[in-house]
């Protein structure tokens, strides 16, 4: 069960009905796309809380939000990795017609790393604007990392852990593609992940299992987000 050092780390239970079902309400209203960001300077004033999601190109963070909001092009998914380009925000509860957002926080869909083809000069000022965001942003209520259940936790994983323990900045695992493991390899994916983050002391104690394709995981990770607005 983990590093000696490390804590523990367990699949989340189901959250309670209302919460689920105030959260569904929630992520079937209005949801829009705010901007896309490329300097810290754009990003929208700090004035609700918001969740960012991360993680290696193709991991599935833009299908994840698509899922959450019952919505197919909300966010661009596809097969080239690499295809997020900006930090792009998402209201929940809409805009209004002047654009100012109505509801109580934002999603934030980041451009994946650990994608080798993209330029170099690219790829480091991606990486600088996201380690200045995740760090600094003062109102992100969590990060969810998110793991691709066929290959666990990787190094370029485990380095923005390190970074995350080293600004304190709490993060969720959130593992995707669910539906691609085959049944018996089922069974060995949650605690060799829960091991895997269990050295790093940022790591949240629950992890989520979600499917994209199956919707496994979509009203439990809703009423995660949902609580965490709901303040
Ligand atoms: P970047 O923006 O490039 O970092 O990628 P991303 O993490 O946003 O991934 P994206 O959502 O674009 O999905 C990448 C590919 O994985 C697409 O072909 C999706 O259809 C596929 N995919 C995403 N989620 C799932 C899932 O839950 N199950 C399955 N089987 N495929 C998925
Ligand atoms: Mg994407």
Redesign the pocket.
């Known amino acids: 069960m983990g590093a000696p050092t490390g804590h523990r780390i367990l699949e989340a239970a189901e959250a309670d009905p209302e919460a689920t079902e105030a959260a569904r309400k929630l992520f079937m209203g209005p949801v829009d796309f705010v901007k896309g960001v490329v300097a810290l300077d754009g990003l929208p004033a700090p004035d609700r809380p918001e969740v960012c999601f991360a993680?290696r190109?193709?991991?599935?963070?833009?299908?994840?939000i698509n899922a959450l909001t019952n919505r197919k092009g909300l966010?661009r998914?596809?097969?080239?990795?690499?295809?997020?380009q900006e930090i792009n925000f998402f209201a929940l509860g809409g805009l209004d017609e002047a654009g100012a957002p109505q509801g109580p926080g934002y999603l934030v869909?980041l451009?994946?790393y650990g994608?080798a083809e993209a330029p170099k000069a690219k790829v480091a000022a991606w990486q600088s604007l996201i380690r200045a965001y995740l760090a600094g942003r003062v109102t992100l209520s969590r990060v969810f990392v998110?793991i691709d259940a066929r290959h666990g936790v990787k190094p370029a994983d485990h380095a923005l852990m390190d970074e995350l323990d080293r600004a304190a900045v709490v993060f969720q695992a959130v593992l995707?593609?669910?539906?691609?493991p085959k049944k018996a390899e089922r069974a060995g994916l949650v605690p060799r992940v829960a091991a895997d983050l269990s050295r790093h002391p940022a790591a949240y104690p629950e992890l989520i299992v979600?499917?994209?394709?199956t919707g496994e995981g979509i009203p439990l990770l809703r009423a995660t987000i949902g609580s965490l607005m709901d303040r």
């Open positions: 993680g190109s193709n991991v599935g963070k833009s299908s994840l966010a998914a596809s097969n080239t990795p690499g295809r997020t869909d451009p994946g994608y998110l995707t593609k669910a539906d691609k979600t499917s994209s394709e």
